[in-house]
């Protein structure tokens, strides 16, 4: 078994900018990010950037084996340890802008939930853009995306623009309480009423 911590560590030192932080994020905020998956049911849930596992670990455990449970990480090593410690998952080593064809890959339909894990604030104007596309097109109309942001970074431009795009795409953007006891500090936002792909800026 990895060690978390110094998995995502490593990885952030070889990838600073697709892994996006020193640290997995903590059970808290896992707990809180995972809160849409339904408890009934056998709903698709998506994972976006699951990295080490810990939402994974979550969205399982509110699964209880129910529904099916598809992660997309674009890091090799990540994907590959994931797919190690959590057999039932669906884990493919990809892109999450390629959700759409993920997803017909698989004949899937449309996704109950997507929860995502990225670091957003890291990302290009492009990037956010064309991922938060593939996550419209993706959702079912009566569907919920969920992401999280680091506190510190929500006055940064990234973070700001990509709070733009939730709210051209999305009904409902809401925030929730912030998870203080994560390392960095984090809040969640909660995405209903998928309306529109992101406005493709870069800027």
Known sequence: MINDSSAFLTQFIRHPLTTGAVLPSGSTLARDITATVPQRGHPLVVELGPGTGVFTQAIQQRLAGRGHHLAVELNPTFASGLARRHPTVDVVHADAATLGGLLTERRLAPADVIISGLPWAALPGNRQ?????????????????????????????????????????????TVGRTVWSNLPPALVYHCRGPKAVASGSGT
Request: glycine share 4%.
């Open 129 to 173: 853009s064309a991922i938060l596309d593939a996550v419209v097109g993706a959702l079912d109309t009566a569907g919920v995306f969920t992401t999280f942001a680091y506190r510190h970074a929500l006055p940064t431009r990234p973070a700001r623009r990509f709070h733009r795009l939730l709210t051209e795409a999305f009904d409902e953007v």
